[in-house]
Every structure is written in structure tokens, then in C-alpha cells.
């Protein structure tokens, strides 16, 4: 069993930056790809960003270009760092797990999930 916390949203004015965190419990982290989802009201949940166990990354269309993400498996973390950010970034941020070395966008691949932070991106 994963557990997953997530830190880091908050509200952040336009053009601003954010870092996301994601602390996960549980054996073998290094064995599990992460992802990072948002969720805007009456949006569908998308992908954000993950990275592999094998440590590739992906950045969705959206962010691109203003999205890193890393992972520390000695510390057993993930972490999102998005710049130059707008207001359509405002969202739930949720940290995802999929035990395995394969990014896959359908969110129905993630077994695990944090309960999501806020990020506010104001005008």
C-alpha cells in the first residue's frame, strides 16, 4: 500500500512559480512511476507531469516548457516545479502512483492517490 502527500499549492499571481511536492510511504518507492494530475471544476482530471521509475519525464502540451519534475528516492519524494504560471493553472494538484516503469496518461492507470492541494493562479 502507497500513501501519498501532497504540499506546496497555495495562491500564486501570474507569471509566478510554484513547487509541488509529493511524499510517498510505502516499500520499494523507486519501483513506482508518478504522476501529477489537476482537476479544475467541471474539468476532466488530467496529466500534468510524471516521471518514470527509470526516472523519464513527460510534460503535458499545456505546460511545457514551464514544468520540471524530479524525484529523490532516498527521500522518497516527487517534486513539480512550474513557472511562468497563468490563471487557467488553477486547479487541484493530485499526486498519482503506478507501480512500474511506463507513463501513461489515462488516470484509470494510477493505483494511488494523495488527496490533492490547491493552486490558485490570480490575474
Known amino acids: 500500500q502507497v500513501q501519498l502527500v501532497e504540499s506546496g499549492g497555495g495562491l500564486v499571481q501570474a507569471g509566478g512559480s510554484l513547487t509541488l511536492s509529493c511524499a510517498a510511504s510505502?516499500?520499494?518507492?523507486?519501483?513506482?512511476?508518478m504522476g501529477w494530475y489537476r482537476q479544475a471544476p467541471g474539468l476532466e482530471r488530467e496529466l500534468v507531469a510524471a516521471?518514470?521509475?527509470?526516472?523519464?519525464?513527460y510534460c503535458a502540451d499545456s505546460v511545457k516548457g514551464r514544468c520540471t519534475n524530479s524525484r529523490d528516492n532516498a527521500k522518497n519524494t516527487v517534486t513539480l516545479k512550474m513557472n511562468s504560471l497563468k490563471p487557467e493553472d488553477t486547479a487541484v494538484y493530485y499526486c498519482?502512483?503506478?507501480?512500474?516503469?511506463?507513463?501513461?496518461?489515462?488516470?484509470?492507470?494510477?493505483?494511488?492517490w494523495g488527496q490533492g492541494t490547491q493552486v490558485t493562479v490570480s490575474s
Open positions: 498519482a502512483a503506478r507501480r512500474g516503469a511506463s507513463i501513461y496518461i489515462d488516470k484509470s492507470r494510477y493505483n494511488y
Open positions: 510505502g516499500p520499494t518507492f523507486s519501483d513506482y512511476t
Open positions: 516521471i518514470s521509475s527509470g526516472g523519464n519525464t
